[in-house]
């Protein structure tokens, strides 16, 4: 029982300190009603910020960034956008997910909207903004991606890539 008791306090005491941090990412300072741009190694984000009565609204572009873009990258099996509010440590305070479906990559980018509350993020924090994403490209057109635990044939070319928070 003593061990037991032991083994949970310090659970508790490793999860309380744990957070997300988005430090390694390049970050904005968040400013209102300024558009900006954050370059990620394949997404340059082009965004505006603004508050919009109880929340903070991130809407912009997401343009692939070509010179690095995997030539058999074409069709986006899997594709995520997500925006963080972090503090001057990185920590993340706040964040919004978007998911797409199966679509064609376009140099013309991808639309985004996120949508924040203000009450996630303390009013006398400076705050600033990232990006982060998720995506499995492939040659061809799929009607849907492998679920959880399956995977693509093998005469089929994947690509995926990531940038998001990493715990600390």
């Not at 994403?133 to 057109?141: D, H, P």
Request: glycine share 6%; charged share 20%.
């Amino acid at each position: 029982m003593k061990k037991s008791l032991i083994s949970l306090s310090f659970l508790i005491l490793l999860t309380g300190c744990s957070h997300l941090s988005v430090k390694h990412l390049p970050r904005n300072q968040l400013v209102p009603n300024q558009t900006d741009v954050i370059s990620l190694d394949f997404w340059d984000f082009h965004y505006l910020a603004r508050v919009e009565g109880d929340r903070y609204s991130v809407t912009g572009k997401a343009l692939p960034n070509t010179r690095v873009w995997p030539g058999l990258a074409q069709w986006f099996q899997g594709l995520d956008f997500s925006a963080y509010i972090s503090d001057e440590q990185g920590i993340v305070l706040a964040r919004d997910r978007n998911s797409y479906l199966v679509r064609r990559m376009v140099p013309e980018g991808v639309d985004f909207s996120f949508a924040i509350p203000l009450e996630a993020v303390p009013a006398d924090t400076e705050t600033f903004l990232t990006f982060g994403y998720r995506m499995t490209l492939t040659e061809g057109e799929f009607q849907a991606a492998p679920r959880r635990g399956d995977s693509f044939s093998s005469d089929v070319d994947v690509f995926s890539a990531q940038q998001g928070p990493v715990p600390r």
